[in-house]
């Protein structure tokens, strides 16, 4: 495990930063520090369309560096889709039925071990408790050998129609899925496990640097977290700097931390090294989309963690996402409804009212024949009931303060990147560069 400075230090160098009190960050970050040999094989696997359905998508598309590992859009078009960030669109073959419900999450600093817990609504998360030590919505169907939440995570994804694996009769994999053959042999993990141990350059691969030693699902999954947790540690921000003494952050800056932590109250949430808490909150971000829904079910309204706990008084809350090269991962919201971040900001300083005020035309929605975007804007019950389970109290801030802020936000990013995009993959697909 790697430390980034002891706690004793960590009041002496808050304050350098910042020229006020101290900060409590809490301890400093502690990060999986994988095989090389491993995280170089997940880069492949990560870049490489062989892992979803139709062979036309991989992780990285909606997952990608040039959007600060994510895809530049509000919400995505996955499985037949073409080009990527706001150029994607329809394809002319394997139509998607609907943009994907939910904003594509940022992948910065996953490898830090205080990350546990996955997706908008937490409905994966590492549990000792669980079979395997991981809460799935697959339940007792998991398999053994994920080495983390982190692993299991990445895998979710292909099995998605609307995300990769292809829509009912497409592909042998979009077949067993809509079968409801997932984990069983012969399921759709194991055809997908098939396809790349077809590919010689990764059966050598897996032999010769994974653990597992053969191709499985369990194994792909767990070289792609590696990967991640290698690729994207981003902790050489500006902020991460002023931390280590090395140099002071920029007046501008330091006054926005003052306020992030102080006045504005973002630090309530948004706390940590990493701007996290990890907690789940209402806080009347407005909904636009398909929402998050079970193919049954002819709704558009998102629960968020609602769907996961069945608690009602978890509606409409998602996860604080950490703020880590926020600058760079819009657009924001569990749903992308803001392509700005000073959009976004003053959203959270008067949520209700910036629900009712909300336009379609603050998102980055592609265009897709046929998609209702504005229904749920359009249905008052389910504003009034996101707005009813706001948590947040109005806060009144000067534009000066809440440029302040911004200039805070921005000394949080450090694009970190290593290994970068492959000029090729295993099987010889193409990669989206």
Known sequence: MSVIRSLSALAVLASFATGTAAQNLGPPPEFIEPDLAIVELGQMLFYDPILSGNENISCATC??????????????????????????????????????????????????????????????????????????????????????ALAAQAMFPV?????????????????AVRLGLLTQQGGAWDLIAGRVAAVPEY???????????????????????????FEWRADNSPFDRAMRGEEPLPPDAVRGMQLFYGKAGCGSCHSGWFQTDHGFYAIAMPQIGPGKAARFENHVRDDGRLRVTRAAEDAFAFR?????NVTLTAPYGHDGAYTRLEDVVR???????????????????????????????????????????????????????????????????????????????????????
């Open 159 to 175: 099995l998605s129609p609307d995300e990769m694996a292809g829509h009912y009769s497409e592909n042998p994999i979009s077949k």
């Open 320 to 324: 604080t996402p950490s703020l880590r």
């Open 63 to 148: 997952h990608h560096p040039r959007f600060g590992t994510s895809d530049g859009m509000s919400l995505g078009i996955g499985e037949g889709g073409v080009g990527l960030g706001s150029d994607r669109r329809l394809g002319p073959d394997n139509l998607p039925e609907q943009r994907i419900p939910r904003n594509s999450p940022a992948l910065w600093n996953l490898g830090a071990t205080e990350f546990t817990t996955f997706f908008h609504d937490g409905r994966l998360e590492d549990d000792p408790e669980q079979p395997f030590g991981i809460r799935t919505p697959l339940g007792q169907h998991m398999r053994p050998g994920f080495r983390s």
């Open 203 to 229: 059966q050598r691969m897996f032999r010769d640097v994974t653990p597992e030693k053969e191709v499985s699902f369990v194994a792909i999954a767990n070289a792609i977290a590696d990967f991640i947790a």
């Open 347 to 433: 959203h959270h300083l008067d949520p209700e009212g910036a629900l009712r005020r909300y336009s379609i035309e603050m998102a980055e929605l592609p265009a897709f024949p046929g998609a209702d975007d504005q229904r749920p804007l359009q249905d008052p019950a389910l504003v009034d009931a996101i707005a009813a389970a706001n948590e947040l109290q109005p806060i009144a801030l000067s534009d000066a303060e809440i440029d302040d802020i911004l200039s805070f936000l921005a000394a949080l990013e450090d694009p970190a990147e290593r290994l970068g995009v492959p000029q090729r993959v295993p099987s010889g697909l193409p990669v989206d560069k």
